[in-house]
Every structure is written in structure tokens, then in C-alpha cells.
């Protein structure tokens, strides 16, 4: 198991930056997936960006070129550099850790809010 503790949300205008974090409870070598997710009211969750541990990224097509997953393997923290933020980035956003063999673990979830 890994416990999960997101932070850095908050409220922030159209166009400004955020900058997720993602602590985790282990070595996040050992993790071989972490992501971020987000979820908007009446929405589905959907996958934003992630990275595995030997460092390949993947992101949603609608966050490419604003958003940058990054990894601190000392401090076993993830983050989410969110860039140019748009409205429709407001949502609760959940980091997920994935370990193989293992129940996926989840945050508990911090809230992005963009004003337009």
C-alpha cells in the first residue's frame, strides 16, 4: 500500500499556473506508475498526465504543451506543473500511484479552480 498526500490547489485566473504535489508514503521507485487524474462536477474521472519510474511521460491531449508531470525520487514526491490554465481545468485533481501485483492507490483529492 501507499498513502498518497496531494497539495498546491487553489484558485487561480485564466492563464495563471499551479504547481501539484504528490507525496508518497514510499520510495516512488518502487511505484511503477504515478499519475494525476482529475474529476469535474458530472464528469467522469479522466487521466491527465503521468510517469513511470524510469521517467516516460504521458498526457491528455488537452493538457499537452500547458501541463508537466515531474518526479523527485529523493523526496518521493510527484508533480503536476500546470501552465496557461483555462477554466475548463477546474476540477478536483487525484494522484494515483500504481504498483504492480498491488490495489491501486488514490489522494484524496485537491481542488483547481480557474476563473475566467
Known amino acids: 500500500q501507499v498513502q498518497l498526500v496531494e497539495s498546491g490547489g487553489g484558485l487561480v485566473q485564466a492563464g495563471g499556473s499551479l504547481r501539484l504535489s504528490c507525496a508518497a508514503s514510499r520510495s516512488i521507485l518502487t511505484i511503477n506508475v504515478m499519475g494525476w487524474y482529475r474529476q469535474a462536477p458530472g464528469k467522469q474521472r479522466e487521466l491527465v498526465a503521468s510517469i513511470t519510474n524510469w521517467g516516460s511521460t504521458n498526457y491528455a491531449d488537452s493538457v499537452k504543451g500547458r501541463f508537466t508531470i515531474s518526479r523527485d525520487n529523493a523526496k518521493n514526491t510527484v508533480y503536476l506543473q500546470m501552465s496557461s490554465l483555462k477554466p475548463e481545468d477546474t476540477a478536483v485533481y487525484y494522484c494515483?500511484?500504481?504498483?504492480?501485483?498491488?490495489?491501486?492507490?488514490w489522494g484524496q483529492g485537491t481542488q483547481v479552480t480557474v476563473s475566467s
Open positions: 494515483h500511484a500504481a504498483v504492480a501485483g498491488l490495489i491501486p492507490n
